[in-house]
């Protein structure tokens, strides 16, 4: 059994396909949110992954915007949706006959995730990130709410020094990773970056999204070894 993890596929639905043929019937994917919007088949990508046994979904700050657009007509969250690629997506999940069911299931997707690895690491996944830190009594505190889907305020945090964190590890999507270098690394020129997830944080911190709808790249992390499948096609929008 492997454990992976990916992350925004943004309507790119032969990402999905291609990850799920290379899946044995035992394996789990942790995917980090932000199945549809911008790319050419969005809402298709979105139920694809959500009824996938395979694949436990994170909610995404693109499934959150959804959720609160469905069925709300033209308001400020169809106007938020619509701003960031999200038009085509809900006007074919208010299509659905059930669409109601649809939007209960987007709207209970879990924010976060927790696991163990072979290693004895423990990974945090979510989709946008963030710094772990203890709370009073010693417990991680994770952040809340949109935090965990909006949040790009911590790229440049040190890492903590508390015992528990030392072998933990963060796993997150939702900045491409051209955005994310010029936070980290201002010198870093778009012609150097290499395919494949971004390690940073001193390797604590690990991001997945690659931009796949304007990169045309996917990367498949395997949670256990740290390995990485690299997948590769035709970009469908322009930076």
């Known amino acids: 059994m492997a454990t992976y993890a990916c992350s925004d596929f943004h309507g790119m639905l032969h990402f999905y396909k291609t990850i799920k043929e290379q899946l044995k019937p035992e394996d789990v994917v942790y995917f980090l949110g932000d199945a549809g919007d911008r790319g050419p088949h969005p809402w298709e990508t979105i139920k694809a992954v959500l009824n996938d046994p395979q694949f436990i979904y994170l909610k995404g700050n693109h499934e959150d915007m959804l959720v609160n657009a469905m069925g709300h007509g033209y308001g400020s969250a169809w106007a938020l949706l619509r701003s960031n690629g999200g038009k085509k997506t809900c006007e074919q999940a208010m299509e659905e006959p059930d669409w109601k069911e ?5 709207a209970d997707l879990p924010t976060k995730a927790t696991y163990v690895n072979t290693q004895g690491e423990t990974v945090y996944l979510s989709h946008a990130g963030f710094t772990p830190s203890l709370d009073h009594q010693g417990n991680l505190r994770w952040l ?7 949040n790009r305020d911590h790229f440049l945090d040190p890492w903590p020094e508390d015992e528990m964190f030392q072998k933990a590890i963060i796993v997150h999507g939702h900045t491409p990773i051209p955005y994310l270098l010029e936070d980290i690394d201002p010198t870093c020129q778009m012609q150097e970056i290499e395919p494949g997830a971004l390690w940073y944080a001193d390797g604590r911190k690990c991001c997945i999204d690659c931009g796949a709808v304007f990169t045309g790249i996917c990367v498949l992390l395997n949670l256990d070894t740290w390995d990485e499948d690299v997948f590769m096609s035709d970009p469908f929008l322009k930076y």
């Not at 649809?102 to 987007?106: E, F, P, V």
């Open 102 to 106: 649809w939007k209960a299931k987007l």
């Open 144 to 150: 809340w709410g949109e935090d965990l889907f909006w």
